[in-house]
């Protein structure tokens, strides 16, 4: 039916190639691309050996406007999958606008030289993807992305009005690493290390990093400790859903992980700033993601599980509401389909769904820039059963919140 383009071939870009291989009925050719193609190449012999299917294979620097574009009107697909670094969506979304090409993403833009997570630079490109008759979807991963589908899909069809949002991610895997992180390393550094924040009362509220934190209990897990954290689904979420008073986003670390992260901030390795090493500058964060093992290589003897969902409480008919949507995701099991981890595979499918909706649902599809609330729920909580992620919900239970 159509041509896709993926850039990215880290965790991330694997497991989308491969869902995307498993649904060639829609994605009838498929280029993977990334700075080293090398990896690439790996990923696509992986796929042929696995499902059968040929994927096509290329270099692209995507920091640079002109070569997206190259690759772009060479291979000419339909949507652009973006699963490379954060940093390099904006050159990317002005690739796909020389090019006509519809655009999709798991993770806001943020400059590679300050730790800031927002989408106003995203937002920004409303009007000249309207303009283009081009669709542009932000944060189609699992958070952000799948959570902001259930609290869509809970404001659809559970609540007259969502007063508070508790988003709850919670990874009970173990990778047998004595410290490693499940994405990409230099951001999900920069993403914890930074300042806390939550939104209540029509205000953003900072708090130091890691200072609010308590045992949530997941489902299928026990309880684990969580800190709130700041996370950029928030920020669309307040915006587009104004009923709410609080929002937050809470995450599971264990003892073990933030005592090593403690240490390397306290050394200095966490740190952006460029520094003299022997007359050349480089980053400390940058040199510490290289010598940590690199998530598409935790895969393999990973076991246990994760749970990430929405805790909500509201009124419907006059009455106090809460709801709980979550799934559950296992390591081994996405290892054996994918050959990837639970926490690339909770991103990418998404990720796949998102474009699979841009090419098959007319709904879907519409000039502009979208976060993924600001479309209709009900199909992509449908496809998330069938293609790997289903999901379970509770209503009226007791939620560990105080409200």
Request: a negative charge; proline letters at 5%; charged letters at 20%.
């Amino acid at each position: 039916m159509s041509k896709v383009l993926i850039i990215g071939a880290g965790g991330v870009g694997s497991v989308v190639a491969h869902k995307c291989a498993l649904n060639s009925n829609v994605f009838t050719e498929i280029m993977l691309a990334s700075r080293t193609k090398a990896k690439c190449d790996k990923i696509a012999a992986e796929i042929k050996e696995m499902h059968g299917v040929d994927i096509q294979t290329a270099q692209v620097d995507a920091d640079i406007v002109a070569e997206t574009v190259l690759l772009i009107k060479r291979f000419q697909p339909k949507v652009l999958i973006n699963v490379a670094l954060p940093y390099q969506d904006l050159t990317i979304m002005d690739a796909c606008l020389e090019t006509g090409v519809h655009y999709l993403d798991t993770a806001n833009y943020e400059p590679k030289d300050v730790a800031k997570f927002e989408y106003s630079w995203q937002w920004a490109y409303q009007e000249r993807f309207k303009e283009a008759g081009l669709m542009a979807v932000l944060g189609c991963g699992f958070d952000p992305g799948a959570t902001q589908v259930f609290t869509a899909f809970a404001a659809k069809h559970q609540f007259d009005e969502m007063h508070y949002l508790d988003i709850i991610d919670c990874n009970a895997g173990d990778h047998g690493k004595a410290f490693a992180t499940n994405f990409n390393p230099e951001i999900n550094i920069r993403e914890i290390t930074q300042p806390g924040r939550y939104w209540e009362n029509g205000e953003w509220v900072e708090i130091p990093a890691m200072s609010i934190h308590k045992p949530i209990d997941y489902p299928g897990i026990g309880p684990k400790e969580s800190y709130v954290l700041y996370h950029e689904e928030l920020e669309s979420l307040v915006k587009n859903f104004p009923t709410l008073k609080r929002a937050r986003f809470w995450m599971t670390f264990g003892q073990a992980y933030i005592t090593h992260l403690n240490v390397l901030e306290n050394v200095g390795m966490t740190s952006i700033k460029p520094i003299k090493f022997n007359g050349i500058d480089i980053v400390p964060l940058e040199f510490l993601k290289a010598v940590l093992p690199a998530p598409d290589t935790l895969g393999e003897n990973y076991s246990g599980q994760t749970s990430i969902g929405c805790q909500i409480k509201g009124i419907k008919d006059g009455e106090e509401k809460t709801y709980y949507v979550w799934n559950n995701c296992d390591h081994a099991e996405c290892y054996r389909e994918v050959r990837a981890q639970a926490v690339s595979y909770t991103t990418g499918v998404p990720a796949m769904i998102g474009a699979m909706l841009m090419l098959t649902n007319d709904e879907w599809m519409k000039p502009g820039v979208y976060n993924v609330e600001e479309l209709n729920p009900d199909p992509f909580m449908e496809l998330l059963n069938i293609h790997g992620l289903p999901w379970h919900e509770a209503v009226n239970i007791e939620l560990p919140h105080e409200y």
